[in-house]
């Protein structure tokens, strides 16, 4: 009988330890929301967004583009371990300049435009995030740029310097 309670106790544990690992999820944008690095109002600034979520934090840290999103992720120094990181999906965002306020998904599922020369919220060139290779497809079609996941969009793409000469387009 001792055999089955350690047994029980233990089976129960570990559904604690599967449930606390479990992500958060994402939270709705709202119009209050400010951007991680230049605390302005996301709403006022077009084009897909992101938040990430740290392990202890109770809200996530939301940025008015994903290339910044993505220079927090590639950078070493941070607040807390991520939990979460979720994108906007521009294949269902009503439009550009209206990115939607639910339509998150996962970036490690997401398919990213990189070099499409297209204008993010914050005026640098835009890395757009795509649930599906047809939306991904369709933007590029469009915009031009390469469809890639997270893990290979190059720091390059993120971390270098922003020339601001560039003449970049700012979609429909």
Known sequence: MRHLALIALVALAACKEEQAAAPPAPVELTETALSYFCQMNIAEHGGPKGQIHLEGYPAPLFFAQVRDMLAYLKSPERDAEIAAVYVSDMTVAPNWRNPGISNWIAADGALFVVGAGVAGGMGAPEVVPFADSFGAEAFIARYGG????????????VLGPVDLDLKLETPA
């Open 146 to 157: 390469a469809a890639m996941p997270l893990t290979d969009i190059p720091d390059e793409a």
